[in-house]
C-alpha cells in the first residue's frame, strides 16, 4: 500500500517515537498494562503504514458497491439514501402493536419489525397450557389471520417494508402476511420485506426452536424456493450474530458463526436443487452493534468482505447481488444498564455511529429503559431520534465508508477477518455447522466468553459507568415503565375461540391433513401452509401437526 | 460447612435468554457448590420434581420475558403442596424493581437485577442456606 522510502521513513520514525514513549512511561505509566478491544483484541499503542502495509487497496478493499465489498455495497451509500429506520416493536395485542406501529411510522420510522410473543415464536396457540403467562409479554400474540389482519390493518403493505423476527413458524407468519396483503388488494409479487428464519442460532443462542435440524432446515429451503418464484423482493433469511453476541461471544465469533451458518443454508439449498446465484440475492444478515466503536466499524466491513469471498470463491457466485453481504443492525441490549438508564442514550448513539461507519443498511436503535421493561413511547421515540440525529446532523452519512485507510480500524479488519477464518475453518473440519452444534462447540465457545466479560466487570478490569464505578442510589419506583397486563391472555384466548367457532373446520381440518401429508413426502410446503392460514387454520394448529410429523428438538445443555 | 450447598438453577417458561443463567450457574460453581442447570422451557412443575429428586437447598430462577409473576408463584405454590417449602426461592432477570415487592410476598427470598456482581448473589445464597440448616439442625 506504501512505497519501500515511504515505509523506511515510518520504520525511522518508530525508533524515536518507542524512545518517546519509553521516557512517557518512567514518568506517567499507561491506564492499564495490556489494551484490547471489548472483544478481546490486542490494541496496540499507535498502528502507522507498517501495520496496513500487507493490505491491497484493489483486492482487500475495493470500491464501495464493488467486490470483495469491504467499503459498502452500494457505490454512494447514505448520500443516496439513509438505511431503513426500523424499529422493532410488538406488544400485547394486535390492537395495541398496530397502534404502536402507526406511531412510529407518523414518527419517520421508514420500515415495521414485529415482535412476537414466546408462544407465537414457538408455535403454541394463546390458548396452549405451555403459553401460560407469556401471552403478549415480549412481544404481539398472534395466533390466526384474524389476528394479522388486525396488526397490519391501515398500512399498505405495498409501500411499507416488513421484518418479523419468526423462526422455527417462518412459513406460518409469512403465509399470514401473504394473505393480509391479497385481502388489501397487494399481490405478493409487490412485497417487501423480511423474515428472520434462521434456525441454527436458535440451537447455539436463541432458543426458540421447535423442530429438529433436519426438517428446520427443510422448511428454510422451501421458504427459499417460494420466495424466489413468487416474492422476489423478499429477504428470505436474516443470518443473525445479534443474538449470538447478545450471548456473549467476542466480536470476531460474532462474525464467524453467522458466516458459518450461512454456509449451512447455502449447502443445504444447493444440495435441495436451487441456484446460489438466485436464492443468494435474498440472503439477509443480522448483527449488533456493540460499544467498541472502532471494533464494530472493523467488524462490519470485515464481514462483508468474508462473505463475497464465500460467496465468490467457495460457491462460484456470479451474481453481484448474490456476493453482496447486505445487513440489518441492532444496538446491543446486552450494554445497556438498569442503573442510570438515561446513560443508555449515549450508549445507543455510540453503537448507532458504529453501526453506520460500518455501512448498514438498516438499523434498529434500543430505547433507554430495555434493561428495565418493554420500552414506553417516548423512550422508543428518542431512541429513533438518535438515529435520525445521526442520519442528518452527524456529518458521518455524506462520505461513504469515512473510516476507510484509519490504521487502525484497517488492522483491526485484517483482525477480525482472519480470526473468523480460523472458526470457519475449524468448523468446516469438524463437518460443518450442524455437526459442531450438536457438539456443543459454539455454544461453549460463547459461554466461556461470556462469563469472561462478567469477571472482567467483578474484578474491575471493565467498567461499566453506573454499575461497577460512577453508582448512585436510585430511587427505581418512580420510573414509568410498560407493564403488560394479564388479562391480555384472557382476551386473547376468548377471541382465539370465537374465530375458530366462525370459521369452515371443515376446510381447515382439510388443510391440516394436506400440511401432515406434504410433510411426510418431499413436496414445497409453502402453498399447503398458505392455503390452511387463508382458511383460518391456527398458528398452533399448523405447528402441531408439523410437530407430530417432525418431532421436536432436544436442547444440547452444554455448561 | 460440610455439605455442599446444592442448588437448581432453573430456565421457566418460554423464555430463550440463558446468558445469564448460564454465568450465574459457573460461578456459583467456582464459588464450590453443586449445581444443576435445568436447560430452557421448564415448567414449573418440572423445576420443583428437579429440586425435590436433587435434593436442593435452593431454586435460582432467571426469568426475562415478563412472564415471572406467573412463574415465581406456579413454583412457591407447588413447593408448599409437596411439602418443600423449606427449599428457597430466589431469582434475577430483566424484573422491574416496582415486581420485587409482589414476588417477595409470594415467598421469595431475593431478587437481583441487571448488573448484580455474582459475588453478591453467592454471598446472599451462602448465608440463606446456613440459615435455613441451622433451623433444621
Request: some cysteine; aromatic content about 8%.
Amino acid at each position: 500500500m506504501f512505497d519501500p522510502k515511504q515505509l523506511q521513513d515510518v520504520a525511522e520514525g518508530n525508533k524515536g517515537y518507542e524512545e518517546a514513549v519509553t521516557k512517557a512511561l518512567a514518568k506517567n505509566p499507561e491506564r492499564k498494562e495490556n489494551f484490547t478491544t471489548g472483544g478481546g483484541i490486542p490494541l496496540k499503542r499507535t498502528y502507522t503504514p507498517e501495520d496496513i502495509n500487507g493490505v491491497d487497496y484493489a483486492k482487500d478493499l475495493g470500491f464501495p458497491g464493488k467486490y470483495p465489498y469491504t467499503r459498502g455495497v452500494q457505490p454512494t451509500m447514505y448520500r443516496g439514501r439513509f438505511w431503513t429506520m426500523r424499529q422493532y416493536a410488538g406488544f400485547a395485542t394486535a390492537e395495541d402493536s398496530n397502534r404502536r406501529y402507526r406511531y412510529l411510522l407518523s414518527q419517520g420510522t421508514t420500515g415495521l419489525s414485529v415482535a412476537f410473543d414466546l408462544p407465537t415464536q414457538i408455535g403454541y396457540d394463546s390458548d396452549d397450557p405451555m403459553a401460560v403467562g407469556e401471552c403478549g409479554k415480549v412481544g404481539v400474540a398472534i395466533d390466526s389471520l384474524a389476528d394479522a389482519e388486525i396488526l397490519f390493518d391501515q398500512i399498505p403493505l405495498d409501500k411499507v417494508s416488513t421484518s418479523m423476527t419468526i423462526n422455527a413458524p417462518a412459513s406460518v407468519l409469512l403465509s399470514m402476511y401473504i394473505a393480509v396483503a391479497e385481502k388489501q388488494g397487494v399481490p405478493m409479487s409487490a412485497l417487501s420485506g423480511t423474515i428472520q428464519n434462521d434456525i441454527l442460532k436458535e440451537y447455539i443462542a436463541r432458543g426458540t426452536y421447535i423442530f429438529p435440524p433436519k426438517p428446520s432446515m427443510r422448511l428454510i429451503t422451501d421458504i427459499f424456493e417460494f420466495c424466489s418464484g413468487n416474492i422476489p423482493k423478499w429477504n428470505t433469511i436474516s443470518i443473525s450474530g445479534y443474538h449470538i453476541r447478545e450471548a456473549g461471544s467476542t466480536a470476531i465469533q460474532e462474525v464467524a458463526f453467522t458466516l458459518a451458518d450461512g454456509i449451512a443454508y447455502i449447502e443445504a439449498a444447493i444440495k435441495s436443487g436451487q441456484d446460489p446465484n438466485v436464492f443468494g440475492k435474498r440472503l439477509s444478515f443480522f448483527f449488533n452493534a456493540h460499544n467498541d466503536f472502532l471494533e464494530e466499524v472493523a467488524k462490519f466491513r470485515a464481514a462483508r468482505k468474508i462473505w463475497a469471498k464465500i460467496m465468490k470463491e467457495r460457491f462460484g457466485v456470479t451474481d453481484k447481488g448474490a456476493q453482496m453481504l447486505r445487513f440489518h443492525t441492532q444496538t446491543a441490549g446486552c450494554t445497556l444498564t438498569a442503573q442510570q438508564a438515561e446513560n443508555n442514550i449515549v450508549r445507543v448513539g455510540i453503537q448507532t455511529m458504529a453501526a453506520v461507519c460500518g455501512g448498514t443498511q438498516s438499523l434498529h436503535t434500543n430505547s433507554l429503559d430495555e434493561a428495565l421493561a418493554l420500552p414506553t413511547d417516548k423512550s422508543v421515540r428518542i431512541a429513533l431520534r438518535t438515529q435520525q440525529i445521526v442520519a442528518y446532523e452527524s456529518g458521518i452519512t455524506n462520505t461513504v465508508d469515512p473510516l476507510a485507510g484509519s490504521y487502525a480500524v484497517e488492522a483491526l479488519t485484517k483482525q477480525i477477518e482472519e480470526g473468523a477464518w480460523e472458526y470457519i475453518n475449524k468448523i468446516d473440519e469438524m463437518g460443518g455447522m450442524m455437526t459442531a452444534i450438536e457438539k456443543g462447540y459454539p455454544q461453549k465457545h460463547i459461554q466461556d466468553a461470556a462469563y469472561q466479560y462478567q469477571k472482567s466487570i467483578e474484578t474491575g478490569d471493565r467498567i461499566i459507568v453506573g454499575v461497577n464505578k460512577f453508582h448512585i442510589d436510585e430511587d427505581m419506583s418512580e420510573r414509568k415503565l410498560l407493564k403488560v397486563d394479564a388479562s391480555v391472555g384472557v382476551n386473547q384466548i376468548k377471541k382465539l375461540r370465537e374465530m375458530k367457532e366462525k370459521r369452515d373446520n371443515v376446510k381447515v381440518k382439510d388443510c391440516l391433513e394436506a400440511i401432515q401429508k406434504g410433510a411426510q413426502g418431499e413436496d414445497n410446503l409453502m402453498p399447503l401452509i398458505l392455503d390452511a392460514v387463508r382458511h383460518y387454520a391456527t398458528e398452533g394448529e399448523i405447528c402441531g401437526v408439523l410437530r407430530g410429523v417432525f418431532g421436536e428438538y432436544k436442547e444440547n445443555v452444554v455448561l | 460447612m460440610d455439605r455442599k450447598i446444592r442448588v437448581v438453577v432453573a430456565k421457566p417458561g418460554l423464555d430463550g435468554h440463558d446468558r445469564g443463567a448460564k454465568v450465574v450457574a459457573r460461578a456459583f460453581r467456582d464459588a464450590g457448590m453443586e449445581v444443576i442447570y435445568t436447560g430452557l422451557r421448564q415448567t414449573p412443575e418440572q423445576i420443583v420434581a428437579t429440586a425435590i429428586q436433587e435434593d436442593a437447598d435452593a431454586i435460582g430462577i432467571s426469568i426475562l420475558s415478563g412472564a415471572h409473576e406467573y412463574c415465581f408463584k406456579a413454583i412457591i405454590d407447588l413447593l408448599k403442596e409437596k411439602n418443600a417449602s423449606d427449599i428457597i426461592v430466589f431469582g434475577g432477570g430483566v424484573i422491574p424493581e416496582t415486581d420485587y415487592p409482589t414476588l417477595l410476598g409470594f415467598g421469595a427470598g431475593a431478587i437481583f437485577g441487571p448488573g448484580t456482581p455474582t459475588t453478591e448473589t453467592i454471598a446472599w445464597l451462602e448465608k440463606a442456606v446456613a440459615e435455613k440448616r441451622a433451623k433444621e439442625a
